[in-house]
C-alpha cells in the first residue's frame, strides 16, 4: 500500500523531492494556477504557512494546467509570479496533471483516500488536501474554501 511519505515530486527549480522530506508536519497540498479566479489564495496560502510553520506545518503548491489552461507558463513564469505577486515562500513544484492517467501520483493517491464528490476527481484549481503529521489524509477542501477558512482544522491537524 503507497502511502504519502513513499511518494516524490520534482520542485519547480528541478529538484527531487521525497515526501518523507516531511514527516512529522503537516502538509497541505494545493493545485494552482497563476491565472485562475481563485489565485489570490496564494495569499492566504502563505499567511497560513507563514502563521504555522514553525508549529510544523507546510504547504505544497503543485501548479496544474488542466482547468481553462490557466497556468501555461513555464517553471520560471510559474516561480516570478508566485514570488512577485504573492510573496510565496511554501515550496512549488513543477506542472503536473491532477486528473486522467497522466495524473501525478501525489494526487492519484490524495484522490483515491479522499475522493471528494465528483468520485475521484479534482473539480478545479486549488482543491486543497491536508495531511496528518502521520502521513494519513486528513481533509479535502474545495477550490471556494478560502485558506481562511480552514485555519480550525489545521489548528486541530497540529493540535495546537
Not at 44 to 58: D, F, I, R, S, T
Not at 117 to 131: A, E, M, Q, S, Y
Not at 154 to 160: M, T
Amino acid at each position: 500500500m503507497t502511502t504519502f511519505y513513499q511518494l516524490t515530486a520534482t520542485s519547480l527549480s528541478g529538484q527531487l523531492v521525497s515526501m518523507a522530506d516531511y514527516a512529522g508536519k503537516v502538509v497541505l497540498v494545493v493545485n494552482t494556477a497563476s491565472h485562475c479566479g481563485f489565485t489570490p489564495q496564494y495569499r492566504g496560502l502563505e499567511a497560513l504557512y507563514k502563521k504555522y510553520a514553525a508549529q510544523g506545518l507546510v504547504v505544497l503548491g503543485f501548479p496544474c494546467n488542466q482547468f481553462g489552461k490557466q497556468e501555461p507558463g513555464d517553471a520560471d513564469e510559474i516561480a516570478r509570479t508566485c514570488h512577485i505577486n504573492y510573496g510565496v515562500s511554501f515550496p512549488m513544484f513543477e506542472k503536473v496533471e491532477v486528473n486522467g492517467t497522466a495524473a501525478h501520483p501525489i494526487f492519484r493517491y490524495l484522490k483515491n483516500e479522499l475522493p471528494g464528490l465528483l468520485g475521484g476527481r479534482v473539480k478545479w484549481n486549488f482543491t486543497k488536501f491536508l495531511i496528518g503529521r502521520d502521513g494519513k489524509p486528513l481533509k479535502r477542501f474545495a477550490p471556494i474554501t478560502t485558506p481562511d477558512k480552514i485555519d480550525a482544522a489545521i489548528l486541530a491537524a497540529l493540535e495546537i
